[in-house]
């Protein structure tokens, strides 16, 4: 995970696919790595992934220059990252603002089961197609917090971005919710992924003021990229 992630701020989003060249040497590469690596960790499964070339942003609406690719590929670029002038391989992603009052909105205490144990961030993942981002949103909404939306109610509010390696996240905004409804719809997300035995991505979410985020919940572990976005936002945007 890069450092230094920033916030810009967009409303409109174009994504445009980079040709890649077949390499038959480096997929056989892959193919053994992977191998490998799904005899340490069965668990592993691997699904279509997109990667960032590039990205800018200019009157309101971000460009973003995609690859297609796999989480095979992706496993074994960052085996080799840093050696023969390789480069780490960066992400795609989808964050949500979820609002609970004019400032204040909600995120999540990720699980030890996943990436990133006792990370407090924004609801949200990994986008694999090249089709509309919403509606990775809306899958993660549903996933990680036991909240339905709807694509056409989400509002797209800026990019976050990382450098060495290039992690894009877009970001949207969600329809206000009333916190204690939120938090009773999470409960009952928790306790059906504990009847049905599924791991739960978040294990507790947390409040947060967008002009105060320094001073809260001290001690807890925010994603690098929590205090751009709120530093981003200015209250009014926060209206439906």
């Known amino acids: 995970m890069g450092q230094g992630a920033r916030f810009d701020r967009a409303t409109d989003l174009r994504v445009d696919a980079a ?8 997929d056989s590469r892959v193919a053994l790595h992977w191998a490998r690596s799904v005899r340490e960790n069965p ?8 990667s960032p070339v590039g990205v800018s942003v200019r009157n309101g609406c971000a460009t973003l220059r995609v690859k297609r ?14 050696t023969d002038g390789a480069s780490t391989p960066g992400t795609i992603f989808v964050s949500l603002v979820v609002p609970i009052g004019p ?5 999540g205490r990720m ?3 996943t990436a990133t144990p006792g990370i407090v961030q924004l609801p949200g993942g990994g986008v694999s197609d090249l089709g509309d981002p919403r509606l990775t949103a809306v899958e993660e909404a549903s996933e990680e917090l036991g909240l339905e939306l709807h694509v056409e109610r989400l509002r797209m509010l800026g990019v976050i971005v990382r450098d060495a390696p290039l992690d894009v996240g877009v970001v949207y905004l969600a329809p206000r919710q009333n916190p204690a409804a939120l938090r009773a719809t999470f409960e009952n997300l928790l306790e059906s992924d504990r009847r049905a035995q599924r791991e739960s991505e978040f294990q507790e979410l947390l409040e947060f003021d967008v002009g105060t985020l320094d001073r809260q919940h001290p001690g807890e572990r925010l994603v690098d990229y929590l205090g751009a976005v709120a530093g981003g936002l200015s209250r009014d945007r926060w209206h439906d």
């Not at 040709?19 to 480096?26: R, T």
């Not at 668990?43 to 997109?50: A, D, E, K, V, W």
């Not at 400032?103 to 995120?107: G, K, P, Y």
């Open 111 to 113: 699980a030890a089961h």
């Open 69 to 82: 690719s796999d989480y095979a590929h992706y496993l074994y670029a960052r085996s080799i990252a840093h």
């Open 19 to 26: 040709e890649v060249d077949a390499n038959a040497e480096m």
């Open 103 to 107: 400032s204040r909105f909600i995120a």
């Open 43 to 50: 668990r592993l499964f691997n699904g279509p992934l997109l």
